[in-house]
Structures are given as structure tokens and as C-alpha cells.
């Protein structure tokens, strides 16, 4: 196909770059930061360019990856022409696509996209909708493209496996960088957790999380929880972190036994 | 070495099992519970014994891997003779032993072990502990027999380690069950958040937890976070900690840009 990126962040410069690699045309990047619309289109063999209203209305894919607040005020200046519009986030709705485009859709693949991390696709689950079976189509056959699973959802199906991938990546994240930082008040290097971290994150693949659950808090014991509280005098919001969390652990695990 | 287990959970278990591969030589394996000593001491060629009292003096190491709370009242019946006597606690101090043997230490492995997966002691760090010189040698070199890397460290940097990586180990599984049950909700499968569990941690191997945070809070895109703030109604737990953990990621994400 013949695609145009509207937007040049992490998302679209992984995206772009497999599906160049599994032999569609790129024409134009849109960013409005010069530099980012640069880089990316140079990967791709594509036009930069800066302003919405110089992207050509004869691409046959624009895919549109936006922070969620810029997507109307850009779009409204973008015309695709014949072309399909899709979006690629999690928690807008197909809907918000239906003034710009004739022929619109989604094609949300869930992962944590950085521009320089390289990532293979084709674990990489794809998430698409649409209203028109013709584009539906046409997304599936992209995402096999891509070597990925693809899965038809709903906008409410979306915007829930969105917020679960909140929980499952950002926020698992920021509790590495808490850990990071309780290690550092012991000159400890967070090099000590890594072992650790690789293997949580392996133990969930062929078992389910409840299954799998450690620690103080599943075994109540109130003792060790008492002395981590106690260490966490300085942090107050980690301390209340730390308290809810192993409520939430306790809690759960007390009920799954009954 | 001639050791002795006075306990038989699951890091005594891969502990045993990596330490037997290593050449050492088992005598007896402790636990109340018959069967799990059976087991454990089947797999290391060792006596079960379910009474402490029934424990010989004679091993050259007796690594105590009890929970916290019942290893005093197990320690008290048990003579060690001339032995080395060591826990594998994060959360208990090298004094607790004193009492019990005249050469006591702490070796402690971090990971999160289960019974039935094979870990690789390679890979994980060993932190050692003793105020004796020759035991903190022998520990050194039993952490060397696995290939682990070894620290020693106090059980003051010990504590604020295990707390650590109960952030980026417990509760970093617990928010992955909160994940499984909102895609349950819309009858979607864990499966399909793996690939991004794996990357979230792959990420961090390399690059501070820091400089990879990604979603909603560290952009802090507010519309996104009244939706899914909305999504959580039903689970007030749930989006209380959202609220929080959303929070952290921000000022965190702000005042590093300072």
C-alpha cells in the first residue's frame, strides 16, 4: 500500500520501519516538529513534512499516531482524499476518525514502542476495528503482513485492554524506578534486580499471575511487612503504595483459597 | 560440603538442587511438613527428618530456609555442633542466628523461586553476610560454585534489598493480576499482554526504569486518565491506586525534567 504517517513518535517509527520492511510504500511523515518528520521519513523513503495541509489526498493508508489532544486540531487541516484513516490508540474510539474520513479505522498494536529499540512484530499482537468490511480486511491483511495476531475488537474492548496494559507496563515500570531508587539509598546497583525482574515477567507466560504470587504479603507475614513499612518513613507515598498493594495481595489470595 | 536443610519450600528446593549439581553433599533435609521433606530430600540424595530434634551435628553447613516467624522456635531444638548455621532470609539480620550456633552467616540468593522452575543460579546475585571471617569465605566460595555473582552486605542493606524487590518482584506480579482480570472483563485473554510484559522488562536490562516510562501519567494525558480512571468504578482498590501510581509517574517524569 501507499501510506503516509501522520505523526512521527515511538509508535509510528517502530510501525513504520516493519511495515516498510514487509514491502509497503511510504509517501509522507507529518510532524510538526521538523526534526522528528525528518528522521522518520528518511527512513522510510518518504516526503517530510510540517504542516497537516501539505500531506497529498492520494496515499491509499494514512495512519494517524497522535498524542490523543493534537489528533482533532490535525486532522481537521488533513485531506485523505480516497484514502482509509486509521488511528493507532488504545483509548480513542473509532468514532472520533468518522468527520475526517470517509473510510476509517484502528489498528492498535499493543506493546511499549521506543524509537530506538528495535521490536519483532510478530509477537506483537494487533488490535483492529472498523465499521466498513472492505477496510477491516485490509487492516487483517496488514497485520499479517507484519507477521503479527490480529484480533477484531470494539472501542470499548480497546480503551479496557489499554487501561490493563497501564497496569501491566507503566506501572510496573514505575515501581522498577522505586525499587531503583531504595536500592540506590543502600549503594546498591539496580543491576541486583535484574535476574529478578526477568523472571517475573517469564514466570506469567505459562502460568497465570495468581498462580505465580510471592512475597510477604501473600504469606502474611505481618512481621517482615512491619519492618518494609518502617523503612519507608521517608517515602510517605510509597509507604501507602506499599500498604495497598499488599492489602490488595492478602486479599486476594484469601479469597482464591475459599 | 556436608549440608544439612532445615526447611524444604521453594528456595530450598532450587537452592539444594543447584548446590548438589555443584557437588556438595547432602545429610538430612528438615521440614514439618513429611512430604515436602520426603521430596526435597529424595531429590538430594538425603535422611527426611520432621522433628529438629532429629537433625545430626555432624554436617559441616546447615542452611536454615524457614519462614521468618518459625525460625526460632525450630532453631532452639536443633545442635548444630561445630557447624556453620545460615539463613536465606532478606528480611531477618545476621544477629537473629547468634544464639544458635557459634559460626553463623546469611546467604542469601535473590530471586523469586518456585518449587517446579528450574532457575539459573548463574544469573542471580548471592548476598553474603557473617562477622566471621573463614564462614564469610566459605559462603563466598559456595556462591562461586553456583557462578552466581556474590556481594556482601550488611542485614541493614539486606532489609531495604528485600523491600526492593518486593516493589519490582510481589507487586509487580499483583498489578499483573489486576491486568488479567480487567481483559477478563472483556473477554480478552492474558495472552495477549505477554509480549509487552517481556518487553517492559527486556527494556530495563539496559536503560534505567527511568529513562523508558511510557503511557498516559508521563505524558499526562488527562482525557486518557478520566477514562480509564471511569472504566474503574467497579473497583475502588483498583482506582485508587491508579490515582497514585499515575501521580508518582508524573511528578517523577516532571521533576526529572527540571
Not at 501491566?168 to 543491576?191: G, H, K, M, R
Request: neutral net charge; hydrophobic residues 40%.
Amino acid at each position: 500500500m501507499r501510506i503516509s504517517f501522520i505523526g512521527a513518535g515511538n509508535l509510528a517509527t517502530r510501525l513504520g520501519i516493519a511495515l516498510k520492511t514487509a514491502g509497503h510504500e511510504f509517501v509522507q511523515v507529518y510532524s510538526r516538529t521538523e526534526a522528528s518528520a525528518q528522521t522518520l521519513a528518511d527512513l522510510l523513503g518518504a516526503e517530510a513534512v510540517i504542516r497537516p495541509e501539505a500531506l497529498h489526498s492520494d496515499a491509499s493508508l494514512y495512519i494517524c499516531a497522535l498524542k490523543d489532544d493534537a489528533l482533532p486540531e490535525v486532522l481537521k487541516k488533513v485531506d485523505v482524499g480516497n484514502g482509509i484513516l486509521v488511528h493507532t490508540a488504545g483509548s480513542l474510539s473509532l468514532e472520533v476518525l468518522k468527520s475526517f474520513a470517509a473510510k476509517t479505522g484502528v489498528f492498535y498494536p499493543l506493546q511499549t514502542f521506543s524509537k530506538e529499540r528495535e521490536v519483532d512484530f510478530s509477537t506483537i499482537p494487533v488490535f483492529v476495528e472498523s465499521s466498513n468490511k472492505v477496510v477491516l480486511y485490509i487492516l487483517k491483511q496488514l497485520a499479517v503482513d507484519l507477521g503479527s495476531e490480529v484480533y477484531e475488537i470494539t472501542s470499548e474492548q480497546r480503551l479496557k485492554l489499554h487501561l490493563s496494559a497501564v497496569f501491566a507496563c507503566n506501572f510496573v515500570n514505575y515501581l522498577y524506578t522505586i525499587s531503583s531508587d531504595l536500592l540506590a539509598e543502600q549503594n546498591l546497583p539496580f543491576e541486583v534486580l535484574k535476574s529478578m525482574i526477568r523472571e517475573t515477567a517469564a514466570k506469567v507466560q505459562n502460568r497465570s499471575p495468581d498462580q505465580v504470587q510471592t512475597g510477604p504479603a501473600v504469606r502474611f507475614d505481618r512481621k517482615v511487612m512491619e519492618k518494609h513499612s518502617a523503612l519507608l518513613v521517608k517515602h510517605p507515598a510509597w509507604k501507602a503504595l506499599y500498604k495497598e498493594l499488599s492489602q490488595g495481595i492478602h486479599q486476594r489470595s484469601k479469597s482464591s483459597q475459599q
